[in-house]
């Protein structure tokens, strides 16, 4: 007998990356190839948990054939394809999305995003000290978590972890139009008087730290956070016989931050509020 | 609404003595308070009962036993997991020979139809409901059982909203309608269960229309669930303390049990039963014998021949009866047979139902010594308290969840001030009377488990790192089991198909405390999404969904008592009474109210509840309270 049902065999596709063959299991994506080949390329808004969204538009490629690039995060490979990561007409796209969000949002806390500006070249700086951003200040209007729409690139993450993907909830969605959209809650009230069940999936997968945990939030404006000074283990919750996988970020043997591994066969990176937020009672220590 | 602050326990920090409890505690040394505890429970051999922990880890769960076992001669050792799915272990070990679930979390999304029968997952195990939503999404039809109209009941295809305490007419009407719509799996019946004659003479009465009359569920809706779990290619029946926490809570289980075996809904990918279980381990706590009547690995302690592997592996005589479980320790402390009780990381002053009366008993015990995080209001009762380490993040070693998928838990913070891991705690203790045992760590207490644990033994722990967990049972280091149980049930050979399962000849017995009209009101209980059993742990993190304690009525029960939301009343059992705010809640309806126990140094819900326990598994009728709700002479309103 098998331990898990295995599924309909899948064929393996072949196709080239840069010029090298690469062969990938049918149903990948361009970028799951490209990872697989060890080809690095730059995401925003892919979840590895969610469906793709296709709104950032900075994992674009060059596909043989194809009029426009294609976004790596949702194309399917096929069989014959020819792609191309690092071609000039990608490296130019990819400069002209960074400049674009890095001029118009906050990405401080978003990580690789440096790295990549560096890399493409892009000079956010260059469309002027006047250029459009929120100017929003971060919402904290309960304990446990913090919005900061300064940081918000759009990507949607949030709304489907808190929709049909997994928590089900809908407590937020898309309001407004162009430069006026935001993530918000039902008639833009504070979290306290919304659907919200502060499982803190939003947090999970918000890529540039709009969303953050309190105790983040609150030790990143003293000055006291620093992730190389801290540890990550993952254990299992204490609360109810479901079993979910904790990551606790511990500084200075203080729990700061729950994640879950996006893995993990029991959540797949989802928590309730009393695994993701609940840890205080170990803590309390005189 | 009422605006509360974190209510925080301070976490022990040195171990705390007394001479007498009328005096304050001191701080000891952990040498004194070792050896005082050591005293005490040598002083009452023959009189000891253990309370090992459901929180804590299997390591831990599996010294504690060994030491009721082997230091102290006695099988007298149970947890918490006897206040919830001890009815449910009892149960499918009487049709299965195996108290687990049979079910994966993962063929919830695969499969045809689900009933939530008494459980509101969607608070109580919000993960669990995810899996659930995964399978809604992929085209189950969910039925939700439940007198509430619950955030469960809300995912429904169609509520049926029963009377409480009669899950059994329910049951026993869905299995009628089965049974007269011809859609019995004859060929599973036949080659795998026994008792069908039987069974079916016994459901013979419950038409749908008295199940109607007796459940208060029209009679359409229990045929459409019947014929919808009946044809269903794939189905799973989930339940929590809506089926368990009753008198006959056991009852409860087989008479669900039954389904399964009539449609053949068990022993198969994405077909089983789920009893969601509420503590992060109270599945791995009786798989590692914390349990009065099973030794690790839940074998038998009545087979000789497995008394015979443990007395020549421990050295020791394993007494051949079952011991005392929690709710029998609590009638012998009245009795005066049980003096000295060593309780880790419980606390049944507040979690037992009626709980003055379980205090009062904890406190003519001669010798309490409590081994916990906080100073609970247990521990306040004890004469030692031994400052311990939280299992889930300052410990490493292993938990067990429902779906019986054993996971490491991993030491992630130093623990506070002196405190110490249980398991060196209980090692200690074992030592002053006279039993050297040598852990270099939790993974030399768990290989010694495996030694004992056909079931656990190929899950070392490099394998449990590599597969995130893996399910019992596990006995070869090379493979995998299938994600259910039971598959036996199916085979041809009937040799290898094992022990036929019995149906459940069980009859409907309604709930112990009878509303009458100086009692007139239903109360339930149930948790919260941001809280937790006693509030210990939950109680210190700033939910701003928390609201504290709230006796919850329906609308029409609000107008008709003429309260309003925020107006303190007195609520009143035949045991006990208490003053709580009321919340209006149109998931009730007329005549039945609703409260938790998550505020019990507020609103100590526990005492209105009535210790009627079932005969079987010991679990008492937190679900079924008959009480009154009187206004205050003077109006006061929390806001």
């Not at chain 1, 992730?227 to 479901?242: F, P, S, W």
Request: proline share 5%; hydrophobic share 35%; charged share 25%.
């Amino acid at each position: 007998m098998t331990t898990t049902a295995l599924g309909i065999p899948r064929r393996l596709l072949e196709f080239t990356i840069d010029g090298e063959p690469v062969r990938a299991p049918e149903g990948s994506t361009i970028l799951d190839a490209c990872r697989a080949a060890g080809t690095d390329v730059p995401t925003l808004c892919e979840g590895d948990t969610l469906r793709p969204r296709n709104a950032c538009r900075v994992c674009v490629v060059e596909v043989e054939g194809s009029r426009t690039l294609v976004p790596a995060c949702s194309r399917k490979a096929e069989g014959g394809m020819e792609v191309r990561t690092g071609t000039e007409r990608v490296r130019h796209s990819r400069k002209i999305v960074l400049e674009l969000l890095a001029s118009s949002v906050d990405l401080s806390t978003t990580p690789r995003v440096r790295e990549w500006i560096k890399e493409y070249g892009a000079e956010p700086g260059r469309f002027g000290a006047d250029a459009g951003r929120v100017n929003e200040a971060p919402r904290v209007d309960n304990d446990l978590y913090v919005r900061d729409y300064g940081k918000c690139i759009l990507c949607y993450k949030c709304v489907d972890a808190c929709g049909d993907q997994w928590q089900n909830s809908f407590a937020i969605s898309v309001a407004g139009r162009g430069f006026d959209a935001r993530i918000a809650v039902e008639h833009d009230a504070p979290l306290t008087e919304s659907a919200c069940v502060y499982c803190g999936n939003c947090i999970e997968v918000c890529p540039t730290g709009a969303l953050s945990f309190k105790s983040e939030f609150d030790m990143r404006a003293a000055g006291t956070w620093d992730e190389d000074r801290q540890t990550e283990t993952t254990t299992v919750c204490a609360y109810c016989g479901v079993g979910c996988n904790l990551t606790l970020h511990v500084q200075d043997n203080e729990i700061v931050k729950v994640t879950s591994p996006h893995d993990n066969p029991v959540t797949h990176g989802n928590l309730c509020i009393k695994g993701r937020f609940g840890y205080q009672h170990v803590q309390n220590r005189n | 609404m009422r605006k509360r602050g974190p209510r925080n326990y301070t976490r022990l920090t040195h171990p705390l003595v007394r001479d007498s409890r009328d005096e304050p505690f001191r701080q000891a040394s952990w040498q004194e308070a070792l050896d005082r505890a050591a005293r005490g429970i040598a002083r009452n051999r023959g009189k000891f009962g253990m309370f090992s922990c459901a929180r804590a880890t299997n390591e831990m769960n599996y010294v504690a036993q060994k030491f009721a076992r082997v230091v102290m001669g006695t099988n007298n050792v149970d947890s918490c997991n006897r206040t919830c799915h001890a009815p449910s272990v009892a149960g499918l070990s009487a049709a299965f020979g195996s108290g687990g679930g049979t079910s994966s979390y993962e063929e919830i999304e695969h499969t045809d139809v689900i009933v939530m029968w008494g459980s509101n997952a969607r608070f109580a195990h919000p993960i669990f409901f995810q899996h659930v939503l995964k399978g809604i999404r992929n085209g189950a039809r969910m039925y939700a059982v439940d007198p509430r109209r619950t955030s469960t009941a809300e995912w429904a295809e169609s509520w049926l909203g029963l009377n409480v305490g009669t899950d059994i007419p329910m049951a026993h009407a869905v299995g009628r309608e089965i049974i007269h719509a011809g859609l019995v799996n004859e060929a599973f019946v036949e080659r795998a269960t026994s008792g069908f004659e039987e069974y079916k003479a016994l459901v013979e009465p419950w038409t749908l229309s008295l199940a109607e009359k007796v459940t208060g569920v029209p009679a359409a809706a229990i045929g459409e669930l019947a014929h919808a779990y009946a044809r269903a290619e794939r189905a799973q029946l989930c339940w929590t303390l809506g089926i368990t926490e009753h008198h006959n809570g056991t009852d409860n289980v087989r008479a669900l049990i039954n389904l399964s075996l009539l449609t053949g809904h068990v022993g198969r990918y994405g077909s089983g039963l789920q009893p969601l279980r509420g503590q992060n381990n109270v599945q791995g706590g009786g798989d590692m014998g914390a349990i009065p009547n099973r030794l690790p690995g839940f074998q038998d302690i009545l087979d000789a021949g497995v008394r015979h592997k443990f007395e020549s592996a421990w050295d020791t005589v394993i007494q051949p009866h079952y011991g005392l479980n929690l709710t029998e320790m609590f009638e012998a402390m009245e009795e005066g047979t049980l003096r000295a009780v060593y309780c880790i990381g419980e606390n049944p002053a507040q979690s037992e139902a009626d709980s003055e009366q379980a205090v009062r008993r904890l406190k003519a015990l001669d010798f309490l010594v409590v081994q916990d995080i906080f100073l609970t209001r247990t521990a306040e009762l004890a004469d030692v308290v031994l400052p311990a380490t939280a299992g889930w993040a300052e410990t490493e070693g292993t938990t067990t969840n429902s779906e019986r998928r054993v996971q490491r838990v991993r030491r992630a913070v130093a623990p506070p001030g002196e405190a110490r891991e249980d398991i060196d705690i209980i090692c200690e203790l074992a030592a002053r009377l006279g039993h050297e045992w040598k852990y270099a760590d939790a993974e030399a207490v768990w290989n010694e488990l495996r030694s004992v644990s056909p079931d656990h033994y190929g899950m070392t722990y490099p394998r449990l790192e590599r597969h995130q967990g893996i399910q019992w049972p596990c006995p070869s280091t090379d493979e995998l089991e299938p994600p259910y149980l039971h598959g036996r049930l199916w085979d041809p050979d009937p040799a290898r198909r094992g022990r036929l399962a019995p149906f459940g000849l069980v009859r409907h017995d309604p709930p112990v405390d009878l509303t009458d009209e100086r009692f007139p009101i239903r109360l339930t209980t149930g948790r919260r999404l941001d809280s937790y059993n006693t509030g210990v742990q939950s109680g210190s993190f700033a939910s701003p969904l928390r609201r504290g304690e709230f006796i919850e009525l329906c609308p029409e029960d609000a107008e008709r008592y003429g309260v309003v939301v925020g107006e303190r009343v007195q609520v009143t059992s035949r045991r006990g009474s208490v003053v709580a705010p009321v919340w209006i809640d149109t998931a009730l309806r007329p005549g039945l109210a609703f409260m938790t126990m998550h505020f019990p140094d507020e609103v100590d819900t526990n005492s209105l509840t009535i210790e009627a326990n079932c005969p079987i598994a010991g679990t008492a009728e937190f679900k079924a309270s008959a009480i009154r709700i009187d206004k205050l002479p003077v109006a006061t309103i929390v806001r």
